[in-house]
């Protein structure tokens, strides 16, 4: 399994970002794909799920400002970011699991792959 994700950059708050995550190497449409995120000296962090039955979660730091987009044809998991705050500052990471059961959504380690990450900057 491969997860390719793209789409960091550096925007003044307020700002949107698109990240796009890329996967190869499975049965796309049977995994639960999810997005965190690492500020520097912090811990990895919950963003988005979307488990492969189509229920999407949002941690509520982003609600509201945060959209999942999956697309089985392509492979891809996209997230869209609108209204970023310096506190979305970090590296985004997506996520990928076959078999992750509900209780273990936000936890990442209990995901078994994982993309490089892509770094997001919000400038004040």
């Known amino acids: 399994v491969q997860l390719q994700a793209s789409g960091g950059g550096l925007v003044p708050a307020g700002g949107s970002l698109r990240l796009s995550c890329a996967a190869s190497?499975?049965?796309?449409?049977?995994?639960?794909m999810a997005w965190f995120r690492q500020a520097p000296g912090k811990e990895r962090e919950f963003v988005a799920v979307?488990?492969?039955?189509?229920?999407?979660y949002y941690a509520d730091s982003v609600k509201g400002r945060v959209a999942l987009y999956r697309v089985n044809a392509k492979n891809t998991v996209d997230l869209q970011m609108n209204s970023l705050k310096p506190d979305d500052t970090a590296v985004y990471y997506c996520?990928?699991?076959?078999?992750?059961?509900?209780?273990?959504?936000?936890?990442?380690?209990?995901?078994?792959?994982w993309g490089q990450g892509t770094q997001v900057t919000v400038s004040s």
């Open positions: 996520a990928a699991d076959r078999s992750i059961i509900s209780g273990q959504l936000t936890t990442p380690r209990a995901y078994d792959h």
């Open positions: 190497g499975l049965t796309f449409s049977r995994y639960t």
């Open positions: 979307n488990r492969w039955s189509g229920t999407t």
